[in-house]
């Protein structure tokens, strides 16, 4: 089975937000070979929905604290609202998505963050034994596309609110001893940008050492490096390569032309 080849594709709230765009993502998803799991996040809604029912946004560091109010509308939005749209857009193109949070099969179990400096309330922390890779293999093997959205479960009966980045990462760190796993990660530009005011300076290719490169001269853009951060520490852990990109370019790796920027062990 090692040799099978696993899209995991983590998409954001600029695509989630724009109908048109999710539309011509979802299309694009559903061309491409092969095994593949989508995750998304929570975009603008619950913010909206929050707000229309007189509950206030909580913010710490530009991070959002999820009370039990917050928890009952991210969990309407992103395992309800979000979710199932995108699997009913799916099964429109002929993908047979199921809908899941990681409650959901007791997929991904997640421990509540632990209170420190400050409490986050209701929000998972993943660890290496979070995710049951037999059984989304099992899923994917009998014909499902899982959808995840950005809630797991601590099993002891409470939903958590969980960084959907992390999760799209645990996932191909956990299934890459069964796939050969590439996780994409879709945001806004085209790539990792050599001038961040110059969308078509995309780095096609980085290696660990060329990493380190661009990070000595101080090229890319501090934003980024997080992402890039947890992108080398996948593929440390067994991932074959990450790439970063805008959603509406991802038709060009069913093409075979170049996507983004990919990440992996040697150019």
């Known amino acids: 089975m090692g040799n099978k080849s696993l899209h995991i594709i983590k998409i954001g709230g600029n695509v989630i937000d724009n109908s048109e765009n999710l539309y011509h993502f979802l299309k694009d998803f559903t061309a491409l070979d092969g095994f593949k799991i989508l ?3 929570g975009g603008k809604v619950a913010t909206q929905l929050s707000e229309t029912l007189g509950i206030e946004a909580k913010l710490v560091d530009g ?17 309800g609202l ?19 949070t990681g409650a959901d099969g007791n997929l991904i179990r997640t421990k509540k963050r632990p209170v420190k400096i400050i409490d986050y309330g209701f929000v ?7 995710v049951d890779a037999e059984g989304i293999s099992r899923l994917l093997e009998t014909g499902f596309t899982p959808v995840f959205c950005a809630l797991t479960h601590d099993g002891d009966g409470q939903l958590l ?8 990462s645990a996932l191909s760190v956990s299934l890459s001893s069964l796939f ?6 879709c945001f806004e530009k085209k790539g990792v940008l050599m001038d961040v005011n110059d969308d078509d300076s995309v780095i096609r290719d980085i290696d660990p050492v060329r990493y380190e490169e661009l990070k000595i001269k101080q090229i890319i853009h501090s934003g980024m490096l997080p992402k890039l951060e947890n992108a080398f520490a996948a593929i440390a852990c067994g991932v074959k390569a990450v790439v970063i ?7 060009e790796l069913k093409q075979g032309r ?10």
Do not use: C, W
């Open 124 to 130: 998972g922390d993943i660890d290496e034994d979070s």
């Open 258 to 267: 170049p996507f983004g920027t990919r990440l992996s062990k040697t150019s």
């Open 161 to 168: 609110n969980t960084n959907a980045d992390t999760i799209a």
């Open 245 to 251: 990109g805008r959603s509406d370019d991802l038709g």
């Open 63 to 79: 991070r959002r604290i999820t009370d039990i109010e917050t928890l009952r509308v991210v969990t309407m939005v992103y395992g």
């Open 39 to 41: 995750v998304h996040g």
């Open 82 to 100: 979000i979710n199932k749209n995108i699997v009913a857009q799916l099964q429109r193109f002929g993908t047979n998505a199921i809908g899941l």
């Open 180 to 185: 050969e796993t590439t996780l994409i990660y």
